[in-house]
């Protein structure tokens, strides 16, 4: 008989269950609920707070923040590891320097990402890594600065297919930086260097392109066992410049491709018949 | 083959290389000229240098127009032209002292157009 009513629900286990179970699953609900904050939020500009430097004081770490349309006079300093990301790539999204006299935006923490922003206006850099690992700098605008990026001694760092063209001295500087991969970025007609690596070693640097900046496209100086593949420095004073530096390996490099001087071979013996052509042509016509 | 006929797709790559072939005609029959030769490479001479000349104007525009002013490009630009009227003025006053050197001029001429179409290959 007792087993019958066991089984029907009414012994004392059974009541425990029946009078616990929904406080059970409320407090799971609740823990729930309160983890949320733990999990990376995403926080937008201007819409939940005014300027990106408040997004950034305000977000928590792996917390994205969406740059939305417009042009921000800040200088931003990211101390912890966030993801900042444009809503619609650099050309929409700019970041002005207030102080021309600061770094546009300060990346201070490991594993930040900065992507589809444009930063200008600084007379010290556009973009600055310093004693930072593992970040990466994806797909940005960085002129009209005195340096597009800058990286001080950071490594393990990605820096993509950005675009650092026009600032005063250097596209892109690394100072003291190790194992950084530096790829398909375009550094043009900057006031002095594309890319300056200094006292860096073991980077890989490839698939940049670097025209027409006022010295060289690429300069390493007391930079050792650098890999450097596939980057155009075409039309520069200098196309690259190795120095003070060994055990770099180069392959695939271009400061004077073919088509420079094919072209001009091909128009001067296309002068040449027009020339033949147009004697025949003006004999023909006064003979 | 399709990288080639990209270059083309900016005008100021069209006008110098246009610009060259016909710096490049003008110069094969100034030498004729200076040989002696006929009429024809007289006027063979004429068309093309100054059609040569409207274009090295319209480049110089494009680039004041796209560039706006920077000192050395302006420079360079006023020294090209001043290069073109140097030659012209020794062809019209043919005075024998300066004439023996016209070619080394029409030389430096077809030198310039090799260095408008260097810097205008797109990069």
């Given at each position: 008989m007792n087993k019958l009513r066991c089984r029907r629900g009414s012994g004392p286990v059974n009541k425990f269950m029946k009078n616990r179970l929904p406080i059970a699953f409320l407090i799971i609900l609740f823990l729930l609920w309160s983890s949320v904050p733990l999990l990376a939020a995403t926080?937008?500009?201007?819409?939940?707070?005014?300027?990106v430097q408040e997004a950034v004081n305000a977000a928590s770490a792996n917390d994205t923040i969406v740059v939305g349309e417009g042009t921000y006079r800040e200088n931003i300093v990211v101390p912890k590891p966030l993801v900042i990301r444009s809503s619609k790539g650099p050309a929409h999204s700019v970041i002005h320097a207030f102080k021309i006299m600061a770094p546009v935006i300060t990346i201070a923490a490991d594993g930040v990402t900065v992507e589809g922003l444009s930063f200008t206006g600084s007379d010290v850099s556009g973009i600055t890594l310093s004693r930072v690992k593992?970040?990466?700098?994806?797909?940005?605008?960085?002129?009209?600065?005195?340096?597009?990026?800058?990286?001080?001694?950071?490594?393990?760092?990605?820096?993509?297919?950005?675009?650092?063209?026009?600032?005063?001295?250097?596209?892109?500087?690394?100072?003291?930086?190790?194992?950084n991969t530096v790829e398909r970025n375009t550094a043009n007609r900057n006031d002095?260097?594309?890319?300056?690596?200094?006292?860096?070693?073991?980077?890989?640097?490839?698939?940049?392109?670097?025209?027409?900046?006022?010295?060289?496209?690429?300069?390493?100086?007391?930079?050792?066992?650098?890999?450097?593949?596939?980057n155009r420095t075409l039309r520069n004073t200098f196309g690259m410049i190795i120095s003070?530096?060994?055990?770099?390996?180069?392959?695939?490099?271009?400061?004077?491709?073919?088509?420079?001087?094919?072209?001009?071979?091909?128009?001067?013996?296309?002068?040449?018949?027009?020339?033949?052509?147009?004697?025949?042509?003006?004999?023909?016509?006064?003979? | 083959?399709?990288?080639?006929?990209?270059?083309?797709?900016?005008?100021?790559?069209?006008?110098?290389?246009?610009?060259?072939?016909?710096?490049?005609?003008?110069?094969?029959?100034?030498?004729?000229?200076?040989?002696?030769?006929?009429?024809?490479?007289?006027?063979?001479?004429?068309?093309?240098?100054?059609?040569?000349?409207?274009?090295?104007?319209?480049?110089?525009v494009l680039a004041f127009a796209t560039e706006g002013l920077r000192i050395w490009s302006d420079l360079a630009w006023i020294t090209g032209f001043l290069v073109i009227l140097l030659k012209i003025s020794i062809v019209r006053k043919r005075r024998r002292r300066s004439f023996k050197y016209v070619s080394w001029i029409g030389g430096t001429l077809l030198l310039m157009w090799l260095f408008l179409v260097y810097i205008h290959i797109p990069v």
């Open positions: 926080i937008n500009v201007p819409a939940d707070f005014k300027t593992n970040s990466s700098i994806i797909n940005n605008e960085a002129t009209g600065n005195w340096i597009g990026i800058t990286l001080r001694r950071s490594d393990g760092n990605r820096i993509s297919d950005n675009t650092a063209n026009l600032n005063k001295s250097y596209g892109i500087y690394m100072e003291y930086s190790n194992n002095d260097k594309g890319i300056f690596v200094s006292y860096s070693n073991g980077n890989t640097i490839k698939e940049n392109t670097l025209n027409l900046n006022a010295w060289e496209g690429m300069l390493l100086w007391v930079s050792n066992n650098n890999t450097i593949t596939d003070e530096s060994s055990d770099n390996a180069l392959s695939g490099n271009t400061s004077f491709p073919n088509i420079f001087l094919i072209l001009p071979i091909l128009l001067i013996y296309i002068g040449i018949i027009s020339y033949l052509v147009q004697k025949n042509v003006l004999r023909f016509i006064y003979r | 083959m399709s990288e080639f006929f990209s270059l083309f797709t900016s005008i100021q790559t069209v006008i110098a290389s246009i610009g060259l072939i016909l710096a490049t005609s003008s110069f094969i029959s100034g030498l004729q000229l200076v040989k002696g030769a006929s009429f024809i490479e007289g006027r063979i001479h004429r068309i093309n240098g100054f059609s040569s000349i409207t274009l090295y104007t319209a480049l110089a």
